[in-house]
């Protein structure tokens, strides 16, 4: 009987031991896991921010600027203009 | 040894004493389990809830608004946090190298920061929506009774280009005009709760129960083309730069689907810096204002006549002299060219040509004419302000009003609504629906007009754009286009202001197969030139010529250079 109740009482007492592992380990994997889902909102965050940050660097006006003066592109009038008809064999005038 | 008769025992204590001792260990005992029922019984409640709120706490999830964009996912108006510092004064602590170094990062006066600080009691905002890399630094100086709270600021990438069209948010980040108003609740998002259980160091250890999930706000995916409306919008700048005019307009749709490619308003304002704003720059003219739209009416008139059978584009009307006297009233044509046709009228924007042909049909047929095409109503948008014109009941029409609507004065529209009315001659009849959003499924159009007289129209506007007609500078090279010239006296104070005019253009191209319609609008032109032909065609051709080029349109003309007639000898309008 004496001998039952030891082993009853070890059994026991690694159960105890086993739940409060576990209950440490849930806990740390939740605090990385929160963690983790912070980190996630932030770089959703710079995300937004750097999709902010491309549509200002590629604003329509900006590039026209630099286009036209640093570039010195512009848009060809008529006369350059060749115009290649996909149906037709000759191009037009 | 027997202890009884120990000496030390012999003088017996009086039993009294160990009853009394009994007693009392016996009346702690009962205090003490008094004292358990009732913390464990009777305030169980309260205090598992006090200890709880140690380690329990309730946290918000903070949830973005929408991001709006542009048909092509190119970011419009994008939410970012930012932190807002506020203070409770009672409790501010600082020395006035702290005050000053606050006051250098805030960018705000030393004083002023003492004035308000000293103006409120509880709670005062020091400065909103500042950046976080500021805000960090703030916090970094370490001042007892400073916090800070985020927040989320809209930002506008592309500024004034789309200023009214987008509208703005509040410091909420609420939608306080515009797109961002008409579709707040689709772009809103709503913040949720959750209970945790944090320890010692308030790192969160469990997530006990979610409260109310957090839900972010939908993206909007718009029909505007910003390259469209980038290009729409610098071409109506210039334009009311050099015309000096006062406020101008621009509309332009896609003739296929009625989706609102580029939509601009001048004067306009930068939304990421709205201090000092007016009313002005504020209103998104092409929707919110309606104005007597002249002789872009003509067309409308003209349908009517040759729906019904009245008339062919090659019937001769009697215009000449140029006048028509109507009871008290006469018409006058700008320029006296004999009889003509009717397609030389709408060709040459006569008055007289379109009042008779206006007076040889039923009142009513006009009115469904104008209602079917959608003036008079709000365009189907829910956009805020939407002004929905003026076109009174026909049986209250005079003959002399009748004549005048004819081409476009006492009826009033919206530059959308004209823009939109437009879709019948590009579409074949068909009146497309109006979206400021992508559509992506099929288009059904409403049938208001048939095809046969919708081609028959389009010839005739086609011939406003060619050298004897009024709209000679609307053209593009490489491209049919269509067109019709307006020129109307402004309204002012019951009456028609002489010297103010409101000039316009609304047109649509490649002829052969029109894929864009474009509407523009100027507000008393004063720099000499006035008629919708010569200040808003050009505006029409430069945008037309770039959106074809930009949607890869192939031409349906040869692309020989324009010549376009001498200056001076342009045909203007009469009204």
């Known amino acids: 009987m004496a001998r039952l109740n030891l082993i009853l009482l070890a059994l026991l007492t690694a159960c105890a031991l086993g739940l409060v592992t576990s209950q440490d380990k849930t806990r740390k994997l939740f605090a990385e896991l929160e963690h983790e889902q912070e980190q996630a909102k932030q770089l959703d965050v710079e995300w937004g921010q750097l999709q902010l940050e491309q549509s200002t660097w590629a604003m329509h006006a900006r590039v026209e600027k630099i286009a036209r003066e640093r570039l010195h592109m512009s848009v060809p009038d008529a006369k350059r203009i060749q115009m290649v008809m996909p149906a037709a064999a000759g191009a037009g005038e | 040894m027997n202890y009884a008769a120990s000496p030390v ?32 019984g009777l305030n169980h409640d309260f205090l598992q809830q006090k200890g709880e709120s140690r380690y329990s706490r309730v946290i918000e999830i903070s949830a973005t608004r929408g991001m709006i964009t542009d ?96 509208g703005f948010t509040g410091a909420d ?118 104005f007597e739209p002249g002789s872009t009416l003509k067309p409308f008139t003209i349908a009517v006549a040759i729906e019904r059978g009245k008339v062919t584009p090659d019937t001769m009307i009697a215009t000449a002299g140029g006048t028509l006297t109507i009871g008290p009233a006469t018409i006058h044509d700008a320029h006296r060219f004999g009889d003509m046709t009717v397609a030389q009228v709408v060709q040459r924007s006569s008055n007289v040509g379109a ?112 050298p004897g007609g009024t709209g000679p500078k609307a053209r593009v090279v490489g491209y049919r286009v269509a067109g019709k010239t307006g020129t109307a006296h402004k309204e002012e104070n019951g009456g028609y202001a002489k010297n103010k005019y409101i000039a316009s253009f609304v047109g649509f191209a490649p002829a052969s197969d029109p894929r864009l319609v474009i509407a523009v609008m100027l507000d008393e032109p004063s720099a000499g030139k006035y008629y919708g032909g010569e200040v808003a065609a050009p505006v029409f051709s430069a945008v037309m010529a770039g959106a074809l080029r930009e949607l890869n349109v192939p031409p349906d003309a040869p692309l020989t250079p324009l010549t376009l007639p001498p200056e001076g000898s342009e045909i203007g309008e009469s009204d």
């Open chain 2, 355 to 466: 009042a008779k042909i206006a007076l040889s049909l039923p009142a009513e047929a006009m009115w469904d004419m104008f209602e079917s095409v959608g003036f008079g109503n709000p365009p189907p948008l829910d956009f805020p302000g939407e002004a929905s014109g003026r076109v009174r009941p026909y049986k209250t029409w005079r003959p002399i009003e009748q004549a005048t609507m004819a081409y476009g004065n006492g009826i009033s529209v919206s530059l959308l609504q004209l823009a939109r009315a437009y879709t019948i001659f590009a579409d074949d009849g068909e009146l497309m629906p109006l979206s400021l959003l992508r559509v992506d499924a099929p288009v059904v159009g409403k049938q208001v007009i048939s095809p046969a007289t919708a081609h028959k129209l389009r010839a005739m506007l086609e011939l406003v754009v060619q």
């Open chain 2, 173 to 290: 980040d609420a939608g306080l005009d515009g797109i961002e108003l008409a579709y707040q609740s689709t772009l809103a998002g709503k913040s949720g709760s959750r209970r945790v259980i944090k320890d010692r160091l308030g790192q969160i250890v469990e997530d006990t129960e979610s409260i109310r999930e957090a839900e972010n706000g939908r993206d909007l995916t718009l029909s505007l083309d910003a390259k469209l409306q980038n290009l729409a919008f610098s071409q109506l700048k210039l334009a009311v730069d050099s015309s000096k005019a006062k406020a101008g307009s621009i509309v332009v749709l896609d003739a296929k689907t009625g989706e609102v490619l580029a939509l601009a308003n001048l004067p306009t304002y930068n939304p990421n810096n709205r201090s000092r704003l007016s009313g002005a720059q504020l209103r998104n003219r092409a929707i919110t204002d309606s």
């Open chain 2, 9 to 40: 025992l012999a003088p017996h204590l009086p039993l009294w004493r160990s009853r009394l001792l009994l007693a009392l260990i016996a009346g702690g005992f009962l205090v003490l389990a008094g004292r358990d029922v009732y913390l464990q």
């Open chain 2, 71 to 166: 048909r092509h996912g190119e970011a419009l108006a994008i939410s970012t946090p930012v932190k807002s510092v506020w203070a409770i004064p009672e409790e501010m602590q600082y020395s006035t190298q702290q005050r000053a170094k606050l006051a250098a990062l805030l960018k705000m006066p030393p004083q002023e920061i003492d004035k308000r600080l000293s103006e409120a009691t509880g709670f005062v905002y020091l400065k909103r929506q500042i950046p976080p890399e500021v805000a960090a630094r703030v916090s970094a100086l370490h001042i007892p009774g400073l916090f800070q709270n985020r927040e989320y600021r809209r930002y506008y990438p592309d500024g004034e280009v789309m200023a009214q069209v987008l």
